[in-house]
């Protein structure tokens, strides 16, 4: 952490001795990095299966408390109350996730003695429960999405309560969820006939047909108000963060402040965040969630309270440290910060890097991180990451690696700023989803602000697969791949090592570029720190330093600053840049001529069996023996880390067998059905 | 789409032109010439002239049949063969064996590998006798060469009968996937003695031999892929014995550490863990041509470089069986070892050896003398050697892998790597005692223990050290050169 505007401490004493944190990954990190900066020894706490982790060697000791699986780790209170205990600890921070809104665990620690660096418990409880929380924030003035807050059954009934809240609306079965039983309408005849339909399927699905009705939010996007309050009752709003671009409900990118809101909705939603932070006499760093509608106006879903995963927005723009302040809430100091000394300044935007495929439908991806190598943090970029190059991301938990954070006097220059990162963050032995992360940043929609909640599912409604590159033009990959082969071959011949040659440079030499089918020929002449390429009728000078066996190559193409990661793999070489990644084969023009006859026999046929692509459990297996599929068709549902996961029909076919009952374990690759 | 719209527009313009061409393209794969071009140094070529054009009187196979020459792949001579399938069959008649042979004799003088580019369908009946000469004379010439200059085949097509024992006797065999067959006796024959009826590709496809008869090294997805692969393997073969390994400028720094090996070996002995990962932090740019990927996986074989000088690299691989040894995995770490010290590349040997593969079908199939028959190459060895343990080398499984055998070696150990008669935990099961005190005896056994991080540099330096006190070679092969 780097605390650029933040208040000193004053050389204030210690506000506590030790601190334990009963999280992992990165933000366990993130907080130790907070308490070392103020002079507090911290304790991490582990399962079994982070042994060596990052927040482990972070800490001044490491305690295990438990095995793998959450709930007898990082969820056992029992077991974290005691490390603290047995560590003297004398506070404990739950960073997000795991315990860090169970008021339960808030009220384990406070009866042992050790303060909770968080919210009451009192405040917890009453957030936590989304009837209460909707009806403590009404009455605290905040707007929420009108609706009836009862479940009707009755169809007249249901249509005068449709006109009171004004069209369009949403019908949902009380009992729902998942989308069944679920209807919008825009009119009384779609409500009419809404009503029936989504009772109906309520009934079948849950067996229940009582419906809610609440107002349509169309085009909603997702900000939410970061405030923080002490127990004198100072309370500060920190402005908002805009977190539209999710996938299966999980945010992706996040920024501060919104591209959308105007000044007079941003004071307005500020005003009655802090009204319910005092409604629920709130004590610690939290977050107030709105949907806001594409007329600016916004609706009250939920108070998060604890700190987020994307709070490093906020601290880049206003430059407050928003753990150091929840540790001197939590220690009873007041809030070093009036809401008149709360500025900001640009803007950030983070995109969070997962373990993840997204072309396998995001697919969380474990294993050993064989090479990790994260851009390198500075004035403008912050780099919040838990794990390290040769560290295990294990299957149990959340498979987030990293958080890029850019700021940047404009949007579009942190945009700028974050994509050159990316493309220089180089990641090998899980999936990840970089690629996925440059698309979006690339977007035009995301570009100029117009996006919604739904932004990924509209526009990648079958997951994410990384361009090969789209465009005919010869694009800066096409260049790069005829200077780095050309680089290969002068050193595989033994040649350029003459500085006379080197300055002279080389002869011009005739490559091809295919990428698919697609070719570009392109000459080249090798000059010092670069070469002269010239591709369809263009004259572009290249410029790099790079060097064979180099993962990154790095300079500038026509005067583009580039950073281009390159990896060989047998005769090709795999070149990533921002959305982009293409398997590149450089050929001589004789080659190119020739290389369209060739073609090599018929593969294998197609996969035989329908295999575990994760260690997981079974949960549900669509498809019995000598039972059709189609494409397409959900086959299994498998959870892993937390998630449910569908593996679906790649071919037509005919299911032979099946092996595995649901409830069962799985290891990697083990066969769930066999084809025919 | 477009290739396939080209492939159509293509064949159709060749109608009219050389029956050969035309014969190949259609079935996805190039002419001789044309593979020589995408194999060698544009320009490069110079064809052997061949001692007679004269053609003898009741021959059937032309001399062109077969193309060969001197030619320079990255600017390294080489000798080159391809079979031209649409000339005479591409057999090895009397006339193309003179001039294969004629190529062969040379290869030795100004030395450098011999590529042949296989595919004949085979010799015609008519021209039998003569195709038995032809075939003799050209084995015969290829079986002296041996061990004085490299010999790799590139089977391209179908390659039967005597034929197939060309790439039986080079050191190193790939195929092209799909296209290409090999095998003594014909699936015909196959189907009527053995009653088996098996389609060529179940005999003798690509797969077949990469994986089941570890013929093949590697398998190609196609001619243009085959043929750019052995362009890059060209930049690690020596130009014959004695040559020395040859070198790369690089700019990987020999003392490059990697922090992440620190976690490479898991803190449970029995999970696995990636040796491939641990081999390919080692070596210069990470990069191992890797041969006989799918024969005997626990037993990695390839080419890699240190310091820019191409070294042998031989590693159990504990994702396989565990890493234990089998007849398969001796055999094939056997012939890779010869050919190192046949061709004076150092080697290194990522060692993690639990053991013997145990069942009666490996006890049947011979492990004994296969695991011995590689103790022996190892032991005669004078290349330099340098063994990494990072975890485990026991008993008789670690003295098959050289450990403590024979001279010019250093063992390197990671702190907590055991080099014993058996792990500790199944010593104390068997004795029935409290556990030994792990890897107590082992210690004199190791020259070294090193940190992971270092274990390049490392390397690096013993390979130096064993270069200098390198014993002397009791006797050259006849031809080659004395450095």
Known sequence: MRPRRVRPSRGRERVFDKILVANRGEIACRIMRTAHRLGIETVAVYSEADRGALHTRMADEAICIGPAPPAQSYLAIDAVVRACRETGARAVHPGYGFLAENENFARAASGQGIVFVGPEPRAIAAMGDKLTSKAIAAEAGVSVIPGHPEPVSDPQRALAIAREIGYPVMLKASAGGGGKGMRRARDDAECREGFERARSEARAAFGDDRILIERFIEQPRHVEMQVVADRYGNVVSLGERECSIQRRHQKVIEEAPSPFLDEATRQAMAEQARALARAVDYRSAGTVEFVVDAQHRFYFLEMNTRIQVEHPVTEEVTGLDLVELMIRVAAGERLPVAQSDVTMHGCAIEARVYAEDPAAGFLPSAGRLVRYRPPRAGRKLRVDDGVYEGATVPVHYDPMLAKVIATGATRAAAIERLQRSLDAFYIRGVAHNLRFLAAILEHPRFREGRFSTRFVAEEYPAGFRPSHGTSDEPSTLVLVAAYVHARECERYDGAGVGARRAARGSPQQHWVVCIDDRRWPVAVRLVRGGCDARCGGREVPVRSAWRPGERLLRGAVNGTSVCVQVERRGPRYRLARGAVEADVTVLTPRAAELAPHVHGGPRGGTARYLRAPMPGQLVHLAVGPEEEIRTGQMLAVIEAMKMEHTLYAETDGRVKATFLSPGALLAVDEVILEFE | ?483
């Open chain 2, 1 to 483: 789409m477009s290739i396939v719209r080209d492939r159509r527009k293509h064949v159709a313009s060749l109608e009219g032109a050389s029956a050969g061409v035309w014969g190949q393209h259609v079935r996805g794969r190039l002419s001789a010439r044309e593979r020589i071009d995408v194999l060698v140094d544009t320009g490069s070529f110079r064809a052997v002239a061949p001692r007679s054009t004269r053609a003898h009187a009741g021959l059937h196979v032309p001399a062109e049949a077969v193309i060969a020459g001197r030619a320079r792949v990255h600017r390294r001579t080489v000798y080159v063969y391809a079979q031209d399938a649409g000339t005479g069959a591409g057999a090895l008649g009397h006339a193309p064996a003179t001039r294969v042979q004629a190529l062969l004799t040379r290869a030795l003088t100004g030395p450098g590998p011999v590529i042949a580019l296989l595919d004949s369908p085979g010799v015609p009946l008519q021209a039998g006798a003569e195709g038995l000469a032809g075939h003799a004379a050209v084995l015969g010439a290829q079986a002296g060469l041996a061990g004085r200059v490299p010999q790799v085949a590139l089977i391209m097509g179908p390659c039967a009968g005597m034929a197939a024992l060309v790439p039986g006797l080079a050191d190193l065999t790939f195929m092209v996937r799909g296209t290409s067959h090999a095998f003594l006796t014909g699936p015909e024959v196959v189907r009527s003695v053995a009653q088996e009826p098996l389609s060529a590709e179940a005999l003798g496809g690509a797969a077949v031999h990469a994986a089941r008869s570890g013929v093949a090294d590697g398998v190609f997805e196609d001619d243009v892929e085959g043929l750019l692969e052995l362009r890059r393997l060209c930049t690690y073969l020596p130009a014959g014995a004695g040559e020395g390994p040859p070198r790369v400028a690089t700019s990987d720094p020999p003392d490059r550490a990697e922090p992440s090996l620190e976690t490479l070996v898991p803190c449970d002995p029995r999970d696995p863990f990636d040796m491939a990962e641990l081999v390919q932090k080692v070596l210069d740019e990470e990069d191992l041509f890797e041969l006989g990927p799918e024969h005997a996986p626990n037993l990695v074989t390839g080419l890699g470089r240190l310091a820019g000088c191409t070294v042998g690299v031989v590693a159990n691989q504990p994702l396989v069986r565990a890493g234990c040894i089998d007849t398969r995995g001796a055999r094939k770490g056997a012939r890779f070892l010869r050919f190192c010290e046949q061709f004076g590349l150092p080697v290194i040997l990522f060692c993690d050896a639990p053991g013997f593969l145990p069942g009666s079908s490996e006890e049947y199939g011979g492990l004994i003398r296969d695991a011995g028959g590689m103790l022996g190459v190892l032991a005669a060895m004078r290349v330099p050697r340098v063994y990494v343990v990072p975890r485990r080398a026991y008993g008789g499984a670690a003295l098959a892998m050289g450990i403590d055998v024979g001279s010019a070696c250093r063992t390197l150990a990671w702190p907590g790597a055991e080099v014993a008669l058996m792990g500790a935990q199944a010593a104390a099961e068997l004795i029935g005692d409290r556990v030994p005190e792990a890897g107590s005896d082992g210690r004199e056994r190791v020259d070294g223990v090193v940190r992971p991080r270092h274990t390049r540099r490392e390397i690096h330096r013993a390979l130096a050290t064993l270069r200098r006190h390198r014993p002397r070679r009791r006797g050259s092969p006849p031809g080659a050169r004395r450095r």
